[in-house]
């Protein structure tokens, strides 16, 4: 009980000082909060407890990571010293979280808060406090608009990046397609939905049928059953892991022979593909940004022998089969990135530039054609995909790398 | 308290010390009742003071510490005081919440003005609901509040009321300043209005427990049937426990969405329920005063939890409230209510 410690404390001073003097309670931020000659500060926000827990896997990968930088001499001689903290996925807690690392620990930034409701409640007072809310874990297209909040920048290839991505590769590729899209009601399955219609163009007809859930239906049989009634050959799955292995297992079980394509955020051999069915799941396509360490072609590749060595000695416990541990990886060499870019000149402002001057970067576990690009009226670092389809036993890339640049 | 009772317990307190057998329980009691008044000013005092010794930061936890301690105390009257059990307090929160957000975001009402409509809101929600709960008790009431908690946010999402909730998306509010060019910034000013608005939810609670509604309400948690044999009409005096609950709570939550300046849909997850039930539990079940503990014990102790182990936060979170119902079965309230009864039964033996 710290906190209450010190309220009496306070109060103790209160009472000596006059009663209602009010004086700031703030000093004076300095030049470069949160940077000393030996370190460098840096919050997190990710959920331990709760709902979304399983995501906490991304920040104790990247904790690791920066254990590697750390242990290696640092950024231009400075420690980063990641300060973590758990939201349980509620807004309100990461406002609280929020302004625990900017006030009481004075970070330089936040990096990777985790959740679209979490970025979401804590935008407005980033960007108040002037403080970068960098690489931020969600696709929500909505982090990456300079204009209403300069502060903000995502990372991942945004979500309607992947719908244009899935769009552009029907419109050209099969022109025969009745395509029936099932979706997740929220920011997520409108905003691939969305981007499913501007990448299909003037071709957007081609959709024949469209059918949303609830995350909180039990199943989504009857979405499943719809859309094949409606005559469609290709169904898109845009649902969260869970009704994604659902939507697949049924229209195997109703003999649906369509071209399936699910969602990148389902992906997941072991936590989707495999609880739907192998055989069911045989011929799907999604979309990759970042090698399948799984897949026997990167076997040799020194990129993947490094992320190898790391994990046994910096995150043995990691669980190398999740792409969370690729993931955190590679957003974590991302910041560092930028890090080293500002030099030694650290300052807030400094490191947001850098940020929004992203130029070609290739980060070692992208595939190979893919690069980080930013601008002043840039916000979205990966743009690119690769298409890929599962052989029954693991995803094949095929085609070119696509871009999915959002007006673009 | 009124002043007669003073003078009452300075004089039985010079009986007492006169014949020191004859009188020892009023003295006791009148001891108690001092204590406790010096205790509530100076809790008041340290209110008063905390916003200017404390970082921003701090500040805000203090307000969200209120905040809660508002929402427990709503929860107490219908638990403690009515002896209703409910598991789904979360969502009069929620409701209380988005109808200061929508006011504030679709209809430009200032803030101040959306916690008596977030109020009178969650009146009319908890009063309806109540009827329906009359024909549940115990167990089977817990259940149908616990539905009501998982069902509640699920409907700010639904379609036809994006246009005013934004669905999954939350709506932002912007945080007000201090009106009069009072010298205080934001959240020092928040911190104030909570407090202002938390005392007198304080003295409307007391004042109520107080009263003739008060008794009734107690009659009808201890003995129904005695209660209606009596006159109480039990079906009205549980649903008005239920709506003026869920008045309060209501409140809190439209405190909350302004003090947070953001709400969607996962700010009332089902635990938000959970955490106010534990806190009215950890405060003392039907002692008043216990809203401010139990407030700020599940606003600091999974901090504190957190602190110990990050990725056992909720394992520590448990252990801590296992020992504390294990060392203080009946909450800080009674706890309190022991410590001070030993304290009289030595000054009787003195």
């Known amino acids: 009980m710290h906190n209450r410690r010190n309220m009496i404390k306070y109060v103790g001073a209160g009472l000596v000082l006059s009663a209602g ?68 996925y509620s807004p309100p807690k990461a406002v609280e979280q929020a302004r625990k690392l900017v006030e009481s620990d004075e970070v330089l930034l936040i990096f990777q808060s985790l959740g679209t409701p979490s970025n979401s409640a804590i935008e407005k007072y980033m960007n108040m406090k002037k403080v970068p809310q960098l690489l931020v874990a969600t696709g929500a297209t909505q982090f990456g608009n300079p204009k209403v909040a300069p502060w903000t920048m995502g990372w991942q290839p945004n979500y309607q990046s992947e719908g244009i991505i899935y769009g552009r590769y029907i419109a050209s590729e099969m022109p025969d397609a009745k395509i029936g899209v099932m979706f997740q009601n929220d920011d997520f399955g409108k905003d691939v939905l969305n981007g499913l219609k501007a990448g299909l163009g003037d071709k957007a007809d081609m959709i024949v049928a469209e059918a949303s859930y609830e995350v909180a239906e039990p199943v989504v049989d009857s979405q499943v059953v719809k859309l094949k009634a409606s005559g469609a050959n290709v169904f898109i799955n845009i649902a969260t892991p869970k009704f994604a292995a659902q ?46 360490m799984q897949d026997p072609q990167w076997a040799d590749d020194p990129a993947a022998k490094d992320w190898n060595a790391f994990m046994d000695k910096y995150y043995p416990d990691g669980n190398k089969l999740s792409s969370f541990t690729t993931y ?19 300052t807030r402002e400094n490191v947001l530039k850098q940020a929004a001057s992203m130029n070609d970067v290739k980060l070692p576990l992208f595939l190979p054609g893919m690069s980080m690009n930013t601008s002043e009226t840039d916000y979205f670092p990966i743009e690119q995909m690769q298409l890929m389809k599962f052989n029954g036993e693991r995803w094949e890339t095929f085609g070119d790398v696509i871009s999915g640049e959002v007006g673009g | 308290m009124s002043i007669d009772t003073t003078t009452a317990g300075t004089a039985g307190e010079k009986q007492a010390a006169a014949s020191q057998t004859v009188l020892p329980a009023p003295a006791a009691a009148t001891s108690n009742v001092k204590i406790m008044r010096a205790a509530g000013i100076a809790l008041l005092v340290i209110g008063l003071a905390a916003p200017f010794m404390a970082g921003n930061f701090l500040i805000f936890q203090l307000t969200m510490m209120l905040i809660y301690a508002i929402a427990i105390l709503g ?15 979360g969502a009069f929160y929620a409701v209380g919440a988005y109808t200061a957000a929508i006011l504030m975001d679709q209809f430009g009402v200032g803030y101040l003005w959306t916690l008596p409509a977030a109020g009178m809101v969650c009146f009319i929600v908890g009063f309806l609901f109540g009827l329906p709960a009359l024909r549940l008790e115990g167990v089977y009431l817990a259940l149908a509040t616990f539905a009501l908690a998982v069902v509640t946010p699920q409907l700010f999402k639904l379609s036809p009321f994006e246009h005013w909730t ?34 007198l939810a304080y003295v409307c609670a007391r004042n109520l427990v107080g009263s003739r509604t008060g008794r009734a309400l107690m009659a009808v948690r201890d003995n129904p049937i005695a209660a209606r044999s009596m006159g109480v009409n039990t079906a009205l005096f549980k649903s008005l426990a239920f709506g003026v609950s869920a008045l309060y709570t209501g409140v809190a939550g439209a405190l909350g969405a302004i003090v947070v300046q953001y709400i969607s849909p996962d700010s009332f997850h089902f635990a938000l329920s959970v955490a106010l039930v534990v806190g009215l539990v950890v405060g003392g079940v039907g002692w008043l005063p216990g809203a401010l503990f139990g407030g700020a014990f599940i606003m600091f102790v999974p901090n504190i939890a957190e602190e110990l182990s990050k990725g056992l936060s909720g394992a520590v979170y448990g252990v801590i409230m296992i020992l504390m119902m294990y060392a203080v079965p009946t909450g800080l309230g009674g706890l309190l209510k022991a410590a001070l009864g030993a304290l009289s039964k030595r000054s009787m033996n003195r």
């Open chain 1, 21 to 88: 003097l009010a004086f700031p309670a703030i000093s004076q931020a300095a030049d470069m909060p949160g940077v000393t000659d030996t370190e460098i500060k840096i919050g997190n926000i990710s959920p331990y407890s709760g709902p979304a827990s399983a995501y906490s896997t991304i920040a104790k990968t990247i904790e690791a990571y920066f254990n590697k930088v750390n242990e290696e001499g640092g950024i231009n001689g400075r420690k980063i010293n990641f300060l973590s903290y758990d939201d349980g």
């Open chain 1, 247 to 292: 939507g697949i297992k049924k229209a195997h079980e109703i003999g649906w022979e369509a071209t399936q394509f699910v969602a990148n955020v389902s992906n997941s051999v072991g936590a989707v593909l495999t609880p739907a069915g192998l055989e069911a799941s045989t011929g799907l396509i999604s979309t990759a940004y970042l090698k399948d």
């Open chain 2, 166 to 199: 934004s669905g999954v998306m939350g709506i932002v509010i912007a945080k007000p300043d201090a009106p009069f060019g009072l010298p205080l910034n934001p959240d020092q000013w928040l911190y104030f209005v909570t407090l202002a608005v938390g005392l």
């Open chain 2, 75 to 89: 929860l107490n009257i219908l638990t403690g005081i009515n002896g209703q059990f409910s598991l789904g307090h």
């Open chain 1, 328 to 346: 955190g990886y590679s957003v974590a060499q991302t910041m560092v990135h930028i890090l080293e870019q500002a030099g030694d000149d650290l």
